[in-house]
């Protein structure tokens, strides 16, 4: 059974820094593009940002471009999202989802195959 475990999350205030987690069961991790999406209050899920299989290839959404860095690390079979520089509109429940891919540097935006339960991200102005 496929499991996608986010942590991390908590309470933070403006100009401070999270390390989301996403860590992987039931599936060979390195096979898999992994994104993460977040969903503000009264608002659709968005896209974050996304990395590649092999970790080389990564992408970010306009509002947290030089904020915020994804990475992966295949042998512990986890995604890590670093946010920095933290803003109230930050604020949203963070979800990861893999995407199987034989492409080795190709990210995606969609069309993932496995999310996660979610983690909440509150940032405190």
């Known amino acids: 059974q496929v499991q996608l475990v986010e942590s991390g999350g908590g309470l933070v205030q403006a100009g401070g820094s999270l390390r989301l987690s996403c860590a992987a069961t039931g599936l060979t991790f390195s096979g898999y593009a992994v994104g993460w999406f977040r969903r503000a209050p009264g608002k659709d899920r968005a896209f974050v940002a996304a990395?590649?299989?092999?970790?080389?290839?990564?992408s970010y959404a306009d509002s947290v471009k030089g904020r915020f860095t994804i990475s992966r690390d295949n042998d512990k079979n986890t995604v890590y999202l670093q946010m920095n520089s933290l803003k109230p509109e930050d604020t949203a429940v963070y979800y990861c989802?893999?995407?199987?891919?034989?492409?080795?540097?190709?990210?995606?935006?969609?069309?993932?195959?496995?999310w996660g339960q979610g983690t909440q991200v509150t940032v405190s102005s």
């Open positions: 989802a893999a995407k199987s891919t034989t492409v080795n540097n190709s990210y995606y935006f969609s069309g993932y195959d496995y």
């Open positions: 990395i590649s299989r092999s970790g080389r290839g990564t």
